[in-house]
């Protein structure tokens, strides 16, 4: 088994997971240009199109050929538009397991794109590269992205105390971090068995299809 991602394309009912293009840069910028992308992540504010392009034409490459990560555009099947990034980070080879996570845009929220793109990347990463462990780590205040780590099955493992730095608006509209909790999830390969029933039953999504 090789030790880097493939250029690969999913597919769900809703959506398609590709790599990202250079087409992507306007919706990007746009994209992580929002105030809960700011609190929750790492992410430069403001973020320019220069830093878009920079993310995709070298940040991305440079990932997925050292083998540590790869970065995947999530967009609407029907519309083609850019609704969301999963990414995969800090992979080990030897233990099989990498750290997953997703940004889904302010304009597309609310419609489930986040359990269905990070349950397809889950079910190719535990199925088709054979990976044993993916961990997710969740900011202790951030609730929606807590929700959609349970829809997907996730297990709670436990609370890293002080580990993460979140971001919070000061008076004069500047960011100021500050520290706070990390939940950890995790899926393994078993914890995935009958997640498409689960949520479809609950209201998500239908079943998959192919992966290309």
């Not at 939940?183 to 997640?195: H, K, N, Q, Y």
Request: glycine content about 6%.
């Amino acid at each position: 088994m090789t030790s880097t991602f493939p250029n690969i394309s999913i597919s769900t009912e809703r959506l398609v997971l590709r790599p990202l293009d250079t087409d992507d840069v306007p919706a990007l910028a746009a994209m992580m240009n929002d105030d809960q992308v700011a609190a929750w992540t790492d992410v430069p504010q403001p973020f320019t199109e220069r830093s878009a392009h920079r993310w995709i034409t070298e940040r991305a490459p440079a990932e997925r050929a050292s083998g540590r990560g790869l970065d995947l555009a999530v967009t609407e099947f029907l519309t083609q538009r850019l609704v969301g990034v999963v990414q995969l980070a800090k992979t080990n080879w030897h233990v099989r397991s990498t750290e997953l996570s997703y940004i889904i845009a302010p304009w597309a929220r609310g419609e489930g794109y986040a359990s269905e793109a990070a349950l397809a990347t889950a079910q190719w990463l535990l199925r088709d590269r054979k990976l044993e462990r993916i961990e997710l780590r969740t900011a202790a205040d951030n609730t929606a992205s807590q929700q959609v780590a349970q829809k997907i099955g996730c297990i709670n493992e436990g609370v890293l105390r002080n580990a993460c730095i979140a971001h919070v608006r000061t008076d004069d509209g500047s960011w100021s971090e500050v520290r706070t909790d990390y939940i950890v999830w995790s899926l393994l390969p078993e914890d995935i068995e009958g997640a498409d029933g689960h949520l479809a039953d609950t209201g998500g999504f239908a079943g998959y299809t192919d992966w290309n």
